[in-house]
């Protein structure tokens, strides 16, 4: 399978503990991006990589949150500190710029990391 | 600001009938626009993207979607639903490189 892959699937955590994901994206994308989605709502923006390069945060990135692409292939999201309200699915999703030069890429999504904070 | 508005949270149509889920965008720049399924427990998967090359656009799985400009709109549109239908569906806006805004999502259910 040559899809987008992240680990762990699921994670339920104590308040407080720290958590950290892992995003393996399609291998040939040099664009990788976290979002994250609560219950009914749609994905929310969080980050953004070209390369090992992080171009965006979002505002809804708080300080307690850190992400890293050290060598411009997989990505790992970590939580310090976490809170009830960090209890979501963390996506992961990658894509290759191509001809257009990105306004039209298509970005190809993992199945997605569900975090329960207890 | 850019923004993205799908006017029903929840859609049920009974299989074999047409299927319309609407989104209506606001943006300051031409956006890319995007269709995405996600089924229960699985990753979101494209059903199709405007690009400016043609209104009508064409998806997978028979849907289709129409840019209208002055409407703001593209709305998603399927002539026969299937069982299989039954998803989360999401209307995504890209107005730069990163700018990316999903808007909430309309579930759609296909009774037997």
């Known amino acids: 399978d040559t899809g987008v892959s992240q680990d762990p699937r699921h994670k339920i955590t104590k308040r407080g503990q720290n958590v950290t994901f892992r995003c393996d994206p399609i291998?040939?994308?040099?664009?990788l991006y976290w979002y994250r989605q609560t219950l009914g709502q749609g994905p929310e923006f969080l980050t953004y990589?070209?390369?090992?390069?992080?171009?965006?945060k979002s505002r809804l990135l708080s300080d307690r949150f850190s992400a890293e692409r050290p060598k411009g292939s997989f990505s790992t999201l970590e939580i310090q500190r976490t809170e009830q309200g960090d209890s979501a699915m963390y996506l992961c999703?990658?894509?290759?710029?191509?001809?257009?030069?990105?306004?039209?890429?298509?970005?190809?999504f993992g199945p997605g990391t569900r975090l329960t904070v207890l | 600001a850019q923004s993205v508005t799908q006017l029903d949270s929840h859609v049920s149509v009974s299989e074999g009938t047409p299927v319309l889920l609407r989104c209506n965008y606001s943006?300051?720049?031409?956006?890319?626009l995007f269709w995405y399924v996600q089924h229960p427990n699985k990753g979101l998967q494209l059903l199709l993207k405007?690009?400016?090359?043609?209104?009508l656009v064409k998806g997978i799985n028979g849907f289709e979607a129409e840019f209208k400009k002055s409407e703001t709109s593209f709305h998603l549109t399927k002539p026969s639903a299937h069982m299989s239908d039954a998803a989360e569906y999401f209307c995504?806006?890209?107005?730069?490189?990163?700018?990316?805004?999903f808007g909430p999502g309309t579930s759609l259910s296909v009774i037997p």
């Open positions: 999703a990658s894509s290759s710029p191509g001809l257009a030069g990105g306004m039209t890429d298509t970005q190809y």
């Open positions: 291998s040939e994308h040099n664009r």
């Open positions: 990589f070209q390369n090992e390069a992080q171009l965006e």
């Open positions: 943006s300051s720049y031409s956006p890319s």
């Open positions: 405007y690009t400016s090359a043609a209104t």
């Open positions: 995504v806006v890209k107005t730069s490189y990163d700018k990316v805004i």
